[in-house]
């Protein structure tokens, strides 16, 4: 059995305020579905981006606006927001204290594709589940 548990998960920053780990993916076995675990300070947002599989986001504490498409709604502890595949979406922490999120991808691996360059490194494309998280600007070839 697969299991993890979340609250001993190593979380990286991945932009300011942001922390993520992809604690189930493919390079861990799964075969059709993924997870992203994120910890957003208060004000901090995870930039709008497409991903290449529809994904189900629970928020497990706090409060956030999630953007998906053209909608905008507040989403508390134990409500779930339904992401198609590729749709815009992004998320911004509106609490005064931190947010936690699950998000469930309906694959095990995962290309996701900011609006904007993110990072020092501007980095645009981002893929989950191979055998280590690549990040790579969006102008240089993604060998996957």
């Given amino acids: 059995m697969l299991g993890v548990d979340l609250d001993s998960v190593e979380l990286i920053e991945r932009f300011e305020g942001l922390r993520v780990a992809f604690p189930i993916t493919s390079s861990q076995g799964t075969a059709a579905a993924a997870t992203v675990w994120?910890?957003?300070?208060?004000?901090?947002?995870?930039?709008?981006h497409t991903d290449s599989a529809e994904e189900l986001l629970l928020v497990v504490d706090g409060e956030v606006e999630a953007s998906?498409?053209?909608?905008?709604?507040?989403?508390?502890?134990?409500?779930?927001?339904?992401?198609?595949?590729?749709?815009?979406?992004?998320?911004?922490?509106?609490?005064?204290?931190?947010?936690?999120?699950?998000?469930?991808?309906?694959?095990?691996?995962?290309?996701?594709?900011?609006?904007?360059?993110?990072?020092?490194?501007?980095?645009?494309?981002?893929?989950?589940?191979?055998?280590?998280?690549?990040?790579v600007p969006l102008d240089e070839p993604v060998a996957v």
């Fill in 38 to 48: 994120m910890e957003l300070a208060p004000g901090a947002a995870l930039p709008e």
């Fill in 68 to 135: 998906v498409g053209d909608e905008r709604a507040t989403l508390r502890a134990m409500e779930l927001a339904v992401v198609p595949a590729l749709v815009p979406h992004g998320l911004r922490n509106v609490s005064d204290r931190p947010a936690r999120v699950l998000g469930f991808f309906a694959s095990s691996t995962n290309v996701a594709i900011f609006t904007e360059p993110q990072g020092p490194e501007r980095m645009q494309v981002f893929v989950v589940g191979a055998p280590v998280p690549l990040a």
